[in-house]
C-alpha cells in the first residue's frame, strides 16, 4: 500500500525535544536542517506510485524517507549495509529525514528494501526528477544567478574488472559456457571437450595469464576460432539465441574478430583483428557491457557536469561568495566525444529554465560548430580557446589582414604584391626575392610558385584567427579565468562522493549513483554557504554593536571632559551650528 507522511504538517508537541538547544541548533545549521524543511517534502514521491495500490495491502516504508534514503547514501558514499545503519541509529539522518518516531515500523529497513527502492528509482530514471526538484528548490531559496556556467567531464569507473584482450576473450566464453551448462546441459555435453577443458579447467585463467607477449596474436586468433565454432554451432538453436552471454559472445566476435578467406579458396578461418582496427565502443568487460573506452580516461563512463558560477562585482576579489551548484549531469560511455555534449548540455538547461548567458569550456566543447549553433540557435555564447594546432608555422592570427579579410603584411612585415579573391577565400603572392632572402622562411606557411610565393587561406581560416587573436586579448583571460573552478568541483564531487571509483556497473546503476551524487554535492554547498552568510551577517550585527558601544562611550567621555571646562555639549553644539 502507497503510504507517505505529510512533512509540510507540524507537530503539537516537539519530537525533537530530547536534544538540547546547542547540538539542535547545529542540527539546524548543517545539511541535514536544510535537508528537513527544504528538500525533503518536495521529493517526487508520486513517481512511485504506480508500484503500489493505494489503499490494498501491507503499508511500505514511508516513502519520503525512502527516497531521502536513497540520496544520503549516495551524498555520502555508504555501502547498503553503511546506509542501513545509518539510517538505523544516526539522529543526523533521523532528523534530515523528519523520523520523529523509534518504532521499527519508522527506524528500521532492511538492505532487501534498499535494492528494491533503488531498482525502481532506477527503472523510472526519477532521479532526474529528484535532480531537477532540488536544484529548483535550492536556487529559489538562495536566488542563484545561472546567467554564467562552465562544463567539463570528469570519468567514472564502474565496478568491474579491466581486462586485456586475452582476459576479455576468456571472460566472455568462459561466462558463456557457465550459463550454458547451468540452463541447458544436454546443449553443453554436444560441445568439443578440448573448449571445455581449455576454458573451464580449474588453471585455465593462469595459463591465459602466462601468455608471453609474442604468443599473444596466436593466443587471440586461437580464441577467435572457438568463438567463431560456438557462433556456428548454436546460431540456429532458439533457446541459445534468447541468452544474454551468447549475444554478448556475439557481439564480441563482431567487434574484435573477422573471417578470412584464403587464396586457394579452401576452409576460411577466423581471427583477431588487430588492436587499431577495434573500436573505442567495443566491448570491455561482459559484466558491463554499457562501459566504453577512451584511449585518454581508459574504460569505463563518463558525466558531462556543468555548474554555475559568479563574478566579484570588484575586481580585487577573485570570485563572490555567490552560491554555485551542479546545473547539469549527464552519464555517457567513455568512448563519446566531448564535442557532441555541448548542444545537448545547452538544451537540457534551456528546457529546465536554467539557461546561461554564457558557458565556459575548454577547446575540445569550443569547435567553430558548437560555438556558432550554440550563440545562433540558443543565444549562449561559448567562452573557448581553440585546439592547440601545428605549431612549426605562422598562424594566420600572426598576419596583419584589414576587414575584408585581405593580408596587409605578413609577420615580418612584408607586403603582398598581389591578393586575389576565390571561392572558398584568398590567395596571397609575395615576392620571390623577398621570400628567399627572408629568415623566417622556414617556419611560414608560404608555398613557392612560378610568379612568387603562395599564401592561400579560406574564409573559416579569418574566423579562427580573429579567434585566436582574441584569445591573446586580457579580455578573452580575464573571463575565461574562471573555468579552472570547474576542476575544483569535479574533486570535490570525487572526495566527498566518491563519483570516479563507483560500487556498481550497467548504465542504469551508473546513471542512478552519479546523478544521486550530484544531488548531494549540491545539498553540501547549499548548506555551507547558509552557514557562511549566517556567519557574515553575525560578524555584522557585532561590528554594528561594537561600533555603537565605542561611540556611546566615546560620547560620554566627551562630554565629561567638557563638563569639567564648563562647557555644556548642547551649547558646543549650537556654536557649532
Avoid at 584569445?471 to 566527498?496: H, I, L, Q
Avoid at 552568510?533 to 555584522?540: E, F, H, P, Q
Amino acid at each position: 500500500m502507497f503510504h507517505v507522511k505529510d512533512h509540510k504538517q507540524g507537530n503539537l508537541f516537539d519530537p525533537w525535544g530530547y536534544i538540547g538547544p546547542k547540538r539542535r541548533q547545529m542540527l539546524n545549521n548543517s545539511w541535514a536542517g536544510l535537508f528537513q524543511k527544504e528538500i525533503l517534502p518536495s521529493l517526487p514521491v508520486n513517481k512511485l506510485r504506480s508500484h503500489y495500490h493505494s489503499w490494498n495491502g501491507r503499508p511500505t516504508k514511508e516513502l519520503y524517507s525512502m527516497i531521502g534514503l536513497m540520496i544520503l547514501q549516495q551524498m555520502h558514499d555508504f555501502t547498503d549495509k553503511e546506509a542501513v545503519d545509518q539510517f538505523c541509529f544516526n539522529t543526523q539522518w533521523h532528523y534530515a529525514l523528519n523520523i520523529t518516531s523509534s518504532d521499527d515500523d519508522a527506524s528500521y529497513v532492511s538492505e532487501k528494501t534498499l535494492w528494491t527502492m533503488r531498482e525502481k528509482l532506477s527503472t523510472e530514471k526519477a532521479y532526474n526528477d529528484i535532480f531537477a526538484i532540488t536544484l529548483d528548490r535550492l536556487a529559489k531559496i538562495f536566488k542563484v544567478d545561472f546567467n554564467k556556467q562552465r562544463i567539463d567531464s570528469v570519468h567514472l569507473q564502474s565496478n568491474m574488472r579491466h581486462l586485456g584482450r586475452i582476459g576479455l576473450f576468456v571472460k566472455t566464453i568462459k561466462t558463456f559456457l557457465k550459463n550454458l551448462k547451468r540452463q541447458h546441459r544436454g546443449l553443453y555435453d554436444q560441445l568439443d571437450k578440448d573448449i571445455i577443458d581449455r576454458y573451464l579447467s580449474k588453471n585455465s585463467e593462469s595459463l591465459f595469464a602466462a601468455v608471453k607477449p609474442s604468443d599473444s596474436n596466436h593466443t587471440l586468433n586461437q580464441m577467435a576460432t572457438d568463438i567463431h565454432s560456438l557462433i556456428e554451432q548454436f546460431a540456429a538453436v532458439s533457446v541459445v539465441e534468447s541468452m544474454s552471454t551468447f549475444n554478448t559472445l556475439v557481439r564480441l566476435f563482431k567487434e574484435q574478430c573477422l573471417v578470412e578467406e584464403n587464396e586457394d579458396n579452401s576452409e576460411s578461418k577466423a581471427v583477431a583483428k588487430p588492436n587499431k582496427d577495434v573500436p573505442s565502443d567495443s566491448l570491455q568487460n561482459p559484466s558491463d557491457p554499457d562501459a566504453g573506452y577512451s584511449s585518454h580516461k581508459g574504460k569505463g563512463y563518463q558525466a558531462q557536469v556543468a555548474e554555475n558560477y559568479t563574478v566579484a562585482d570588484n575586481s580585487d576579489e577573485e570570485e563572490n561568495r555567490g552560491l554555485s551548484l551542479i546545473t547539469y549531469i549527464e552519464v555517457e560511455s567513455a568512448d563519446q566525444h566531448d564535442a557532441n555534449a555541448l548542444l545537448p548540455a545547452i538544451e537540457a538547461l534551456e528546457e529546465k529554465g536554467t539557461k546561461p548567458k554564457e558557458i565556459l569550456a575548454d577547446s575540445l566543447y569550443g569547435s567553430t560548430s558548437n560555438c556558432d549553433k550554440a550563440k545562433e540557435n540558443h543565444g549562449v555564447e561559448v567562452v573557448s580557446p581553440l585546439m592547440p594546432g601545428n605549431q612549426k608555422y605562422f598562424h594566420l592570427s600572426e598576419f596583419s589582414f584589414n576587414q575584408d579579410g585581405r593580408i596587409v603584411s605578413c609577420p615580418c612585415g612584408n607586403t603582398p604584391q598581389s591578393i586575389k579573391k576565390t571561392k572558398k577565400g584568398f590567395s596571397a603572392v609575395f615576392p620571390l626575392e623577398t621570400c628567399i632572402n627572408c629568415e623566417s622562411l622556414s617556419v611560414c606557411p608560404v608555398k613557392k610558385g612560378s610568379k612568387g610565393f603562395y599564401y592561400r587561406y579560406k574564409d573559416e581560416d579569418i574566423y579562427l584567427a580573429e579567434r585566436k587573436r582574441y584569445e591573446e586579448s586580457p579580455d578573452f583571460k580575464d573571463r575565461y579565468r574562471y573555468r579552472a573552478g570547474v576542476e575544483a568541483t569535479m574533486s570535490e564531487f570525487d572526495r566527498r562522493t566518491g563519483v570516479k571509483h563507483l560500487r556498481v556497473r550497467g548504465m542504469k546503476a551508473v546513471c542512478f549513483a552519479a546523478v544521486m551524487k550530484a544531488i548531494g554535492i549540491n545539498i553540501f554547498r547549499a548548506a555551507r554557504y547558509r552557514e557562511q552568510v549566517n556567519l557574515l551577517k553575525i560578524s555584522y550585527h557585532g561590528l554594528q554593536n561594537t561600533l555603537k558601544s565605542l561611540a556611546f562611550f566615546f560620547k560620554n567621555q566627551i562630554s565629561a571632559f567638557l563638563s569639567n571646562l564648563g562647557i555644556e555639549m548642547r551649547v558646543l553644539k549650537k556654536k557649532s551650528l
